[in-house]
């Protein structure tokens, strides 16, 4: 089996991180942003911030599911 690395495969963007982006910005980036919402398929995450103290084991988790270790 190959060696298990992580994968960058999601934009994730804080709604309160949204809430900082200038005024002027927003017609131009976030407006058009929220209009692609309806055409993407709906998806329900859990997101896990790196600096969080759960970050790492659950990675260590994911490695290990996908190396077909048991939990």
Known sequence: MSEFQRENRYIVIKRSDLKKVPVAYRPTMITPMFNLLPHLPKRECLVIESDW??????????????KGEKP
Do not use: C
């Open 53 to 66: 103290p759960e970050y790492e084991i659950v990675w260590k988790m994911i490695e290990d599911r996908m």
